[in-house]
């Protein structure tokens, strides 16, 4: 008797999933991007080069800008003459850090709501030329102020990670879903690698290269401009590339027909054959708790990175005597290229299997659990010398940036697939916002315990940098603590 009933059933459903397939067929509009891209999905195959592409370039627009100031940061507060000695500099650096990330925490929802309503594609247009206004404008700063101010307007008009995140995830097939989050983390991460590389150098341009610039040039007078002009003119180049790009924002609302209501039917029918309940997707993103809980788990990890960022470039800067490397500009730009290099090859590579084998939150956990005794390395690393100590410092910053990169991936694939599209701009703005916030304090906290490091040196409890990634760790532990059950709840797409 039952399987007569579990032939129907199947037969029942089969029916109903054919019927859904052909009513869908029928909701194009004709005139609406959004549909286009749709359709394009369907009938594109193989791997889509061309949109990672446009992925990548967007996003190391915007990510280079950000961390590209710490090689010549320590340097730059030095030129401007308000630190009185050099313990008080980290203090300084970590205002300068936190404007971009205030002016993006004050923004973000904003933008995320333009996205919604009026396009991906003229947000992302809007991103990338202030990009290239404001940080040119950074580089040429004569005064702290004048520093704060320019990187606060960069931040306030810093619209395109969140929006091309969900821009990815619109653009790519769904087998193609972990690959998109990949390549947005990590073009993120490898901006966050060149950035600093690019300052590391090219600040200073007339000090390292006489023969090249001379003193009275503007890149003599205005010793930071170069990086920061540099990624000017990239952000241009991507500009104009991005106007060949398609918006992927349907232009018009479902029409409330019958064939609708049968879709709804058929979608409540399916889940409750299936056992599964939805979330309510079209509620409140406030009240949408895989949304919300993974967003506090990426925040979380995303201060971590900031601090670690800031951290680690005063550090290698920082003379000896108070336990740091003593290292150049050109020191810690080698290093930062050589963890992008690492960094782009795990991401490319192996991150999407990974992903595929351990699913986003278990990924996360592991790549965690690695990045605590890697860190706690650090102090120790530095007690070496000569080609030991810059391969050993090498390997371990490969390590720590492929780990953080990979843990943040985890939790945007998680954000992504716990919204629709009516409301990815949005949820990403959300998570923009938060994010920001956190990483508004990072930069501030990181240093005034720098700073606090630098002065107990001699401390018998965790001195010097042993302070620094001591706390480096116990946000790792903090973000990775709330990956379990019953604070991360996740959903299935």
Same mark, same amino acid.
């Given at each position: 008797?039952?399987?007569?009933?579990?032939?129907?059933?199947?037969?029942?459903?089969?029916?109903?999933?054919?019927?859904?397939?052909? !009513?869908?067929?029928?909701?194009?509009? %004709?005139?609406?991007?959004?549909?286009?891209?749709?359709? #394009?999905? %369907?009938?594109?195959?193989?791997?889509?080069?061309?949109?990672?592409?446009?992925?990548?370039?967007?996003?190391?627009?915007?990510?280079?800008?950000?961390?590209?100031?710490?090689?010549?940061?320590?340097? *730059?507060?030095?030129?401007?003459?308000?630190?009185?000695?050099?313990?008080?500099? $980290?203090?300084?650096?970590? +205002?300068?850090?936190?404007?971009?990330?205030?002016?993006?925490?004050?923004?973000?929802?904003?933008?995320?709501?333009?996205?919604?309503?009026?396009?991906r594609k003229p947000i992302i247009l809007l991103g990338t030329v202030t990009i290239a206004v404001f940080n040119a404008l950074f580089g040429m700063s004569t005064n702290i102020w004048m520093a704060i101010?320019?990187? +606060?307007?960069?931040?306030?008009?810093?619209?395109?990670? $969140?929006? *091309?995140?969900?821009?990815?995830?619109?653009?790519?097939?769904?087998?193609?879903?972990?690959?998109? *989050?990949?390549?947005?983390?990590?073009?993120?991460?490898?901006? !966050?690698? &060149?950035?600093?590389?690019?300052? $590391?150098?090219?600040?200073?341009?007339?000090?390292?290269?006489?023969?090249?610039?001379?003193?009275?040039?503007? +890149?003599?007078?205005?010793?930071?401009?170069?990086?920061?002009?540099?990624?000017?003119a990239f952000a241009l180049v991507v500009t104009a590339l991005c106007c060949f790009i398609p918006e992927t924002l349907h232009n018009h609302k479902l029409d409330n027909t019958s064939d609708d209501d049968? &879709? %709804?039917?058929?979608?409540?029918?399916?889940?409750?054959?299936?056992?599964?309940?939805?979330?309510?997707?079209?509620?409140?993103?406030?009240?949408?708790?895989?949304?919300? @809980?993974? &967003?506090? =788990?990426?925040?979380?990890?995303?201060?971590?990175?900031?601090?670690?960022?800031?951290?680690?470039?005063?550090?290698? /800067? @920082?003379?000896?005597?108070?336990?740091?490397? $003593?290292?150049?500009? /050109?020191?810690?730009?080698?290093?930062?290229?050589?963890?992008?290099?690492?960094?782009?090859?795990?991401?490319?590579?192996?991150?999407?299997?990974?992903?595929?084998?351990?699913?986003?939150?278990?990924?996360?956990?592991?790549?965690?659990?690695? #990045?605590?005794?890697?860190?706690?390395?650090?102090? +120790?690393?530095?007690?070496?010398?000569? =080609? @030991?100590?810059?391969?050993?410092?090498?390997?371990?910053?490969?390590?720590?940036?492929?780990?953080?990169?990979?843990?943040?991936?985890? #939790?945007?694939? !998680?954000?992504?697939?716990?919204?629709?599209?009516?409301?990815?701009?949005?949820?990403?703005?959300?998570? *923009?916002?938060?994010?920001?916030?956190?990483?508004?304090?990072?930069?501030?906290?990181?240093?005034?315990l720098f700073s606090w490091s630098e002065r107990r040196k001699d401390a018998a409890f965790l001195p010097g940098p042993h302070m620094l990634f001591f706390f480096l760790n116990l946000m790792v532990i903090?973000?990775? @603590?709330?990956?379990?059950?019953?604070?991360?709840?996740?959903?299935?797409?």
């Amino acid at each position: 008797m039952g399987f007569p009933c579990g032939g129907f059933e199947f037969g029942t459903w089969k029916m109903a999933k054919e019927y859904k397939e052909a !009513l869908l067929e029928k909701h194009y509009h %004709e005139g609406c991007p959004g549909c286009k891209v749709e359709k #394009m999905k %369907e009938v594109r195959r193989g791997y889509p080069y061309l949109e990672l592409s446009f992925i990548w370039i967007v996003i190391l627009s915007t990510s280079l800008p950000i961390s590209s100031l710490y090689p010549f940061l320590y340097y *730059m507060i030095e030129d401007f003459g308000v630190a009185k000695t050099e313990k008080d500099i $980290g203090y300084y650096a970590g +205002f300068i850090a936190c404007a971009f990330m205030f002016g993006r925490a004050l923004t973000s929802i904003f933008w995320g709501i333009m996205a919604d309503r009026y396009g991906r594609k003229p947000i992302i247009l809007l991103g990338t030329v202030t990009i290239a206004v404001f940080n040119a404008l950074f580089g040429m700063s004569t005064n702290i102020w004048m520093a704060i101010a320019t990187r +606060f307007m960069l931040g306030s008009f810093n619209c395109l990670l $969140g929006t *091309m995140k969900a821009y990815a995830t619109e653009i790519f097939r769904e087998e193609y879903q972990a690959t998109a *989050m990949s390549a947005v983390s990590t073009a993120w991460g490898i901006g !966050l690698i &060149i950035g600093p590389a690019l300052g $590391g150098f090219l600040a200073q341009p007339a000090d390292k290269y006489p023969s090249v610039f001379s003193k009275e040039s503007i +890149f003599g007078r205005f010793r930071y401009a170069l990086p920061c002009f540099t990624i000017s003119a990239f952000a241009l180049v991507v500009t104009a590339l991005c106007c060949f790009i398609p918006e992927t924002l349907h232009n018009h609302k479902l029409d409330n027909t019958s064939d609708d209501d049968s &879709i %709804e039917v058929l979608e409540a029918a399916s889940l409750e054959s299936t056992g599964k309940t939805g979330n309510n997707k079209k509620g409140s993103l406030l009240k949408n708790w895989p949304l919300m @809980s993974s &967003i506090l =788990v990426y925040c979380v990890l995303c201060l971590h990175d900031t601090a670690y960022s800031e951290i680690f470039a005063l550090w290698a /800067n @920082s003379p000896s005597k108070y336990g740091g490397l $003593g290292y150049s500009t /050109n020191h810690v730009g080698t290093i930062l290229t050589i963890s992008g290099l690492g960094l782009f090859a795990f991401q490319v590579i192996l991150y999407p299997s990974a992903e595929r084998l351990l699913g986003a939150v278990l990924l996360t956990r592991l790549a965690g659990a690695l #990045m605590i005794p890697v860190q706690l390395s650090y102090p +120790f690393i530095a007690h070496l010398s000569g =080609v @030991s100590r810059s391969i050993l410092l090498s390997f371990a910053s490969i390590l720590v940036n492929v780990f953080s990169v990979s843990a943040i991936t985890g #939790m945007v694939i !998680l954000q992504n697939r716990a919204v629709d599209q009516h409301q990815r701009g949005a949820a990403n703005g959300l998570a *923009m916002t938060s994010m920001s916030l956190f990483k508004t304090v990072g930069p501030v906290g990181a240093g005034i315990l720098f700073s606090w490091s630098e002065r107990r040196k001699d401390a018998a409890f965790l001195p010097g940098p042993h302070m620094l990634f001591f706390f480096l760790n116990l946000m790792v532990i903090v973000g990775v @603590s709330l990956t379990f059950k019953p604070f991360l709840v996740t959903t299935r797409r």
